[in-house]
């Protein structure tokens, strides 16, 4: 389907980078993948450059041949850094996908659909939209495409939480968290406020696959598209698959004592206050619509947990 065409993934050797590779590779594509990870490829349509992301490196790829497509997976605290690597980006592209994240979305409407309200439309407290350094800026990033770059072959994706074996996602918990409290048999505490909420959560190699089908398509060009598959579990359901398959030991307690035993929600108060607490249904329609995949083409999130642990094996 995607003979004939080559893909740059800047920043592309994480969790998310891995699997739209996979899906690229899968669906005929070339793939190069900028990355600071020591990586080898056994692949010979999959390219590999060690290196930072630097405007250097990207002058000199350009010059030497044409990417049908980028993918730019780099989060930008300071939205100016964007708007400047910008034009270079799209001036070498038929279409590039910025990635965004479901987390610019308010807490307005459910199920959330992509034309939701944002955070930054409706959210007046000026702490958060000044010291915040992930959503508002991802915010601010999609401000310029659409306000300054409109008529561009662009397109925002914003994905939701993506675990991997390298990030198991339980609410705040990350990283390898879950198996650290399995193998210590210690309880992990959640709060019984966000147990039947849907949790804005899918297994890294759907995300994968949905962004990568997204390219080329010209129903998605100057597009918002949020990246979900739609299994839909809620916080309680995902915490029964990890309990399941890892023995890990839950226990549902108050919101307020678990605000008070979670450092990181001292640390990181907003992605608490303006995310995780919050019920994240997500209308997933759009991006099933434009991608032509259904439900048949993702594995459940309890498949996906197991393969990734199967990797950590």
Wanted: hydrophobic residues 35%; proline residues 4%; contains cysteine.
């Amino acid at each position: 389907m995607y003979s004939n065409k080559r893909v740059l993934l800047i920043a592309g050797g994480g969790t998310l980078g891995t699997y739209v590779a996979e899906e690229l590779l899968r669906l005929g594509a070339s793939v190069e993948v900028i990355c600071p990870e020591e990586k080898i490829s056994d692949n010979e349509h999959l390219i590999f450059h060690q290196s930072m992301a630097t405007e250097e490196l990207l002058n000199e790829l350009f010059s030497q041949k044409h990417y049908n497509g980028i993918v730019n997976f780099i989060h930008y605290p300071d939205p100016k850094e964007y708007e400047r690597i910008h034009p270079l980006l799209i001036r070498n592209t038929d279409h590039l996908i910025f990635l965004s994240s479901y987390r610019v979305y308010a807490n307005e409407q459910h199920p959330i659909t992509e034309e939701a309200p944002r955070l930054t439309d409706v959210v007046k407290d000026p702490d958060f939209l000044e010291n915040e350094t992930y959503a508002v800026p991802k915010a601010k990033c999609e401000d310029y495409l659409r306000r300054e770059r409109a008529g561009e072959p662009w397109t925002i994706v914003r994905p939701v939480i993506s675990f991997s074996c390298k990030r198991l996602d339980l609410l705040l918990y990350s990283g390898k968290d879950v198996l650290k409290y399995a193998e210590r048999g210690e309880e992990m505490l959640l709060p019984d406020t966000v147990k039947n909420y849907t949790a804005g959560l899918d297994w890294a190699g759907n995300s994968g696959k949905l962004i990568a089908n997204l390219l080329f398509k010209p129903e998605a060009i100057g597009e918002a598209f949020t990246v979900y598959s739609g299994h839909g579990l809620t916080w309680g359901e995902v915490a029964d698959k990890y309990s399941a398959l890892t023995g890990v030991k839950i226990r549902w307690c108050s919101e307020e004592e678990y605000v008070q035993s979670t450092p990181k929600i001292v640390k990181e108060p907003w992605m608490w206050k303006y995310d995780r607490k919050w019920n994240r249904d997500v209308d997933c329609s759009k991006i099933l619509r434009v991608t032509k995949l259904s439900q048949k083409d993702f594995a459940s999130v309890e498949e996906g947990i197991r393969r990734e642990l199967e990797k950590l094996s």
